[in-house]
């Protein structure tokens, strides 16, 4: 058997005749089918036709993945008179992984109608896979057709049942197919018909795909931007929610989960199709695109994705693109799917100057060749060689905010990007990657009077040593973190310090009265350490990781992308989702460059 995607051929085995996926309104979807060598030999074109079943039956969806089905629902959520449609759930692994959140649902339906103590326990106590609680409702055979219900409260709708009886509409002839509204709710067909080449007739099996039932598109609130500089707190905003400003520039940083760590396993409480690539690299694009940052710096960019995806897609968008590849010494996956740092700016307002690769693995090189034995640079190379990486970029803005007292001057700026290694017992390790690029960009800032900025995912939370360095220029010598250190890697910790003047663009946030709508957004801050509660979100963790640093003598925060708040992302358990196709959130920040004096 061989595969043919109905726009490439793919030399890739299958068995069976069907399959079903997931269709999204408003995505495009391409789809793979099953022919037979025979059907290969006489292929001259596939004639595809797709179909929408029409049916005036309703049927139970699940609440937490809504392509599916739902088989079961929750008893407790029928008596406390929870809307109906939260109460189902396509499996008992789907019931139990979403009752974290589902219980606050009964914790306040208990509060409001504050019933008797023994009813509580009967409806809230007891919840777990095995059934408690939860009416099970088989959807096949005879089964299915029966109406469950509990006294007289009808439990499971009658209308959950085999299709019978159903009529299939054509809706439309081609390679690829983009679900509308009007199939939101319905299961599409699509069928491929091999025709030969002399006669024209039909040869072979006809090739039939079934898609699950199509669902509306997510569709999150758009995110504002929020003035946060005391000058320009009322300044106007333009139709796509900018301030008014030629003389300003825009900057976001995101960490884009990539691909190969996006699994079922990690990440079981998203649905399988919204963490599926080609449904989260297009909702990932469609709100990179819609930030309009003029500098976009992403983490976790697969090296295949940048190529075939990322690159030209923002192309389009009049993006130019620069990447650095993490390095493979300790990766042993597939080379295409080693993930790194991509840069993207935008032509219309800056120009490529020069550009620097930070890679640690080679300074962990002269690290050791300089200062361990070599009796032990095997072991000290075995934990400082972690493949990170770091992205520099000088661009010349092609705006001008100097004012008449600086005429013709070349604006530069210096963007780093970068993601720093995730393991939390190599906290050594992450200063010293943190601090060999501080390092890099002194060295820079030495050569040219240049505001800096630094992005990046640096997995490291407030008030960690590296967060200290960044933030404050020194890590305490009595800071926690400097007790692991068992290569001396780290001292003396004089040595811990740097002179760029860096603060973190979200920090305006924390202040009071910075500008309108800032309100929430404190409250969305910690206050002990000017930052945001959180950047990335998933089941087991949330906190900040995430960060944009610029060089405050020579730059000003004008303006700052509103934070979400967590209970948002809570109905959906956590980070990625159908909405947010990322465990980590976008910041962007707007920036003004400040006059320079002459010299």
């Given at each position: 058997m061989l595969v043919i995607q109905l726009n490439e051929l793919m030399l890739h085995p299958l068995t069976g005749h069907h399959c079903t996926c997931t269709s999204v309104a408003g995505q495009v979807e391409t789809y793979k089918l099953v022919l037979s060598q025979f059907d290969m030999h006489h292929l001259v074109f596939g004639l595809v036709c797709r179909y929408r079943i029409q049916s005036d039956r309703k049927v139970a969806i699940c609440s937490v993945h809504p392509s599916e089905?739902?088989?079961?629902?929750?008893?407790?959520?029928?008596?406390?008179?929870?809307?109906?449609?939260?109460?189902?759930?396509?499996?008992?692994?789907?019931?139990?992984?979403?009752?974290?959140?589902?219980?606050?649902?009964?914790?306040?339906?208990?509060?409001?109608?504050?019933?008797?103590?023994?009813?509580?326990?009967?409806?809230?106590?007891?919840?777990?896979?095995?059934?408690?609680g939860v009416i099970n409702a088989s959807l096949s055979g005879s089964a299915s057709s029966a109406s469950l219900t509990n006294g007289s409260t009808p439990l499971y709708p009658a209308a959950v049942t085999q299709r019978s009886g159903e009529t299939w509409f054509e809706v439309g002839h081609s390679k690829t197919y983009t679900p509308s509204a009007d199939d939101i709710g319905h299961v599409l067909k699509f069928e491929c018909a091999v025709v030969d080449a002399e006669s024209k007739h039909h040869v072979g099996h006809t090739n039939t795909l079934l898609t699950s039932r199509v669902i509306p598109a997510p569709s999150p609130t758009p995110r504002r931007l929020i003035p946060v500089s005391g000058l320009d707190a009322m300044a106007p905003l333009d139709s796509d929610g900018r301030i008014a400003s030629s003389g300003t520039f825009t900057v976001l940083s995101y960490n884009i989960l990539s691909d190969v760590y996006a699994t079922n396993d990690t990440y079981s409480y998203c649905p399988s199709w919204a963490l599926s690539w080609p449904y989260r690299r297009q909702n990932l694009l469609r709100e990179i695109v819609g930030y309009r940052a003029d500098i976009v710096c992403l983490q976790e960019v697969q090296s295949d994705h940048y190529e075939e995806f990322f690159a030209p897609e923002l192309d389009k968008h009049g993006y130019q693109a620069l990447y650095k590849r993490k390095t493979n010494e300790v990766y042993n996956g597939n080379a295409h799917t080693i993930d790194g740092c991509a840069t993207f700016f935008r032509r219309d307002r800056f120009s490529h100057v020069k550009k620097y690769e930070v890679e640690f693995n080679k300074a962990a090189q002269s690290l050791t060749d300089a200062l361990v034995p070599n009796a032990q640079r095997k072991t000290a190379l075995n934990r400082l060689v972690k493949d990170n990486v770091a992205l520099i970029v000088v661009l010349e803005a092609k705006f001008s905010n100097q004012g008449a007292d600086n005429p013709g001057k070349r604006q530069l700026l210096c963007v780093a990007n970068t993601h720093i290694n995730v393991h939390q017992d190599l906290k050594d390790v992450k200063l010293w990657q943190v601090l060999t690029l501080l390092k890099g960009l002194e060295k820079i800032a030495a050569s040219a009077d240049i505001p800096m900025l630094v992005c990046g995912d640096f997995n490291s939370v407030p008030g960690s040593a590296p967060h200290s360095l960044l933030a404050?220029?020194?890590?305490?010598?009595?800071?926690?973190?400097?007790?692991?250190?068992?290569?001396?890697?780290?001292?003396?910790?004089?040595?811990?310090?740097?002179?760029?003047?860096l603060v973190s663009a979200y920090s305006p946030f924390a202040r009071v009265g910075v500008g309108l709508g800032s309100d929430p957004q404190r409250r969305r801050m910690d206050a002990t350490t000017n930052e945001p509660l959180f950047t990335n979100c998933t089941r087991d963790f949330i906190g900040t990781l995430d960060y944009i640093f610029y060089t405050a003598d020579s730059l000003t925060v004008e303006s700052l992308l509103e934070l979400l708040d967590e209970e948002s992302l809570r109905k959906d358990t956590a980070l990625p989702s159908p909405e947010w196709s990322s465990d980590h959130i976008a910041l962007l920040a707007e920036f003004r460059c400040k006059p320079r004096p002459r010299r």
């Open positions: 089905q739902a088989t079961l629902q929750c008893l407790g959520c029928v008596k406390a008179k929870i809307p109906v449609a939260k109460s189902y759930h396509c499996t008992p692994k789907c019931f139990s992984d979403a009752w974290q959140h589902h219980r606050v649902l009964h914790d306040r339906a208990a509060s409001a109608i504050n019933e008797n103590g023994n009813e509580e326990e009967e409806l809230y106590g007891r919840f777990n896979s095995s059934g408690s404050m220029g020194k890590v305490d010598q009595l800071h926690p973190d400097l007790v692991v250190d068992p290569l001396g890697i780290l001292r003396p910790h004089s040595k811990l310090t740097h002179q760029l003047p």
